[in-house]
Each structure stands twice: as C-alpha cells, then as structure tokens.
C-alpha cells in the first residue's frame, strides 16, 4: 500500500460501513461517533502545517485472526510472536507473548517493523486508541486482531506521529469515534482512516521530537529523584520510630544539647519506665475498684 501525499487540507466524509473490527458481544448499548464522521479540527495552524486525516498519510495494517487454540505461551519451530493489547503499553511490552502459526500471516505486510505504531483497537473505552512505538524488535513478530499497526512513510518522522497519536486530543478524538457495546470499544479501520492529525515542515518535525524528548529526560530524571528522596523518607521515618521506642529519640544530651523534661508530663519527677508502668497499673486498679 502507497501512502498518498500528505498536502489534504480537510477531513472527508467517508460513508458508513460495517466495522472492519468484529467482536463477540451481545446488545449494543452506545455507539458514539454514529455514521463515521470525523471530527473535523478546529485549532488555527502555524504557517506551513497542514491538517491531514491518517487515511491520506499513513498506512493502516489489521492484525491477524486465528483460532483460540492455535495459541501458545512457548516459542516452537513454524511459530510467530503475535502481539495483543496486552502488548501495548507506553512501551511495547514484549514479555507474555503469544506465539502462533507463521501461516496465519497472509500478507508480508502483517509482519512487525522497527517504527511501526500500534494501536489498540478494540479495548475498553479508557484505553482503545492505545499507542506504542516499536522501537525495537527483539523477535519476528506480527500482531492479533485486535490490534492494528500504523506505518508512517519516510518522509515523516514516526516519533513526531508516535506522539501526536499520543495526545489528549488526538485520543479524545478516537474515543469519540469508538463503537462501545456492553464490554469492549473498538474502532474501526474506516473510522480510524477519519481521524484528523497536523503534519508540520519536516525540520519543524525533528526540532519539536527534540524538545519533547529533551523534557521528557528531565521529567524522568525528576521523577527518578522524587522516588530516591520517598525512598530516603521511609528510612527517615523507621530510623526515627526505632530511635523512639528505644528511649534514644530524647536522650538527656545528644549532638551537645540537652532535652528538657516538660514539667506537665506525667513522669516529670524522673520516674523510671517501671516506675511509670507501676503508677499506670495502680490508678487502673483503682478506677477498676471504684467501678465495683
């Protein structure tokens, strides 16, 4: 499949159709996105951008369908990983993987590349439209039926598509669209083709997955720090709780300073612990005995 050249300046409507995605489920209880209308994008673009459906840019790949027992958990000979939804996380998880016949992969196209962009299909309505870049690929693999891949062409930046895809919008936007029955949300391919994305100038592409990347490092560096300093809190607060119940925490002289009794405590008159404990149980008793 030929991606065509990305200069469209507007959405199309696409007649309706019977979703290319099918799923096992009984009564239809909302359908949002009725008739396959895209939503159509309303923020002004900088000059030279362009809005672009992903029907006219970028190619759609449905995964493969196979039955429930030609599945397995373990590598064989004649066996492919197939990835799931499972599979898509913010990074393609590539353990738990099933693995299946290479001969239910019909065309070379089904086939996982480096850069491809899955996206989840059919999921719940929270995570349909799930992507994850391929950044890797540690085996062949293809993917399942629910799940399609979307394959950018070169003269665009994948990272720069990867993480439009990733967007509060651009995700909102595919939910919109998501045919939701009593347990699952799907989207079809026809649906997905609708969907609106903005393509800047290729240098303007590569400048801003800089700049996301470069603030993403200092998020995950910050975020590194914040769970070492939590991690240095817990220890804190152990260390202080032993140093308390070990009678440590208010030594008379500790570090040079001395720690004053407060004259309104009880064992102010420097009563010992089994002094205290003594006193404790005596006033006890007594209420106890007034009580009778």
């Not at 939804?85 to 001969?103: I, R, S």
């Not at 220890?235 to 925490?249: C, D, M, N, P, Q």
Request: one cysteine or more.
């Amino acid at each position: 499949m030929t991606a065509n050249k990305p200069n469209v300046r507007a959405t199309r409507r696409v007649a309706p159709t019977e979703d290319d995605m099918t799923q096992k489920t009984t009564r239809k209880t909302n359908s949002a996105g009725k008739g396959d209308q895209p939503v159509a994008p309303t923020p002004p673009l900088p000059e030279g951008w362009e809005w672009v459906t992903i029907g006219d840019t970028l190619q759609i790949v449905r995964g493969i369908s196979f039955p429930k027992d030609a599945k397995t958990y373990e590598p064989q000979p004649g066996l492919i990983a197939c990835l799931r939804t499972a599979n898509v996380q913010q990074k393609v998880d590539w353990q738990n993987l099933w693995f299946v016949p290479e001969e239910f992969v019909k065309r070379d196209e089904q086939f996982i590349q480096r850069q491809d962009i899955l996206i989840s299909t059919a999921n719940s309505l929270e995570l349909v439209g799930k992507v994850a870049l391929v950044e890797n690929l540690p085996v062949k693999a293809t993917l399942g039926a629910f799940i399609s891949l979307i394959r950018v062409p070169s003269p665009i930046n994948q990272k720069f598509v990867y993480y439009q895809l990733s967007s509060f919008d651009v995700q909102r936007r595919i939910r919109k669209l998501a045919s939701t029955t009593t347990n699952i949300s799907n989207i079809s391919t026809t649906k997905l083709k609708t969907v609106s994305i903005a393509l800047a100038p290729r240098p303007e592409q590569e400048r801003i997955v800089a700049k996301i990347e470069a603030l993403f490092s200092h998020l995950e560096a910050a975020q590194t720090m914040l769970a070492r300093t939590q991690r240095n809190l817990k220890r804190y607060r152990a260390s202080v709780l032993k140093t308390a119940v070990e009678g440590r925490l208010v030594s008379r002289r500790r570090g040079g300073f001395e720690t004053r009794p407060n004259p309104d405590a009880p064992d102010a008159q420097g009563e010992s612990g089994g002094q205290l404990l003594q006193r404790i149980l005596a006033e006890r008793r007594a209420r106890w005995e007034a009580e009778e």
